[in-house]
Nanobody, 124 residues
């Protein structure tokens, strides 16, 4: 069983930055996993934004490359999404997710667990 809890959302102006954190709690250690961030804008489908796997390999959705950075702190059991140069189209509910299978990238991720989400609003 995996529990995920996001924090760090908020409102920011265009060009600003936000840092999202995901606290990860697992009932048992997993030898392989992929942690990711998804977002869902009003009226749109949920989309994958960034992912990092157990050995630190990262992947990003094209629209956030060069602006967002995903990282993990295994000692603290957390995953962070640093978001810079934010745009209005980055607005949405951001979810932390975990795939306990063998997916390697955000494009192939199929989450087994989800957090409750944290709202990010970027205004012009």
């Amino acid at each position: 069983q995996v529990q995920l809890m996001e924090s760090g959302g908020g409102s920011v102006q265009v060009g600003g930055s936000l840092t999202l954190s995901c606290a990860v709690s697992k009932s048992k250690p997993y030898s392989n996993y992929l942690m990711g961030w998804y977002r869902q804008a009003p009226g749109k489908e949920r989309e994958g934004v960034a992912a990092i796997n157990f050995d630190g390999r990262v992947s990003y959705e094209d629209s956030v490359k060069g602006r967002f950075t995903i990282s993990q702190d295994n000692a603290k059991n957390s995953v962070t999404l640093q978001m810079n140069s934010l745009k209005p189209e980055d607005t949405g509910m951001y979810y932390c997710a975990e795939d306990s299978g063998w997916a390697w990238t955000i494009a192939t991720m199929d989450p087994d667990y989800w957090g409750e989400g944290t709202q990010v609003t970027v205004s012009s």
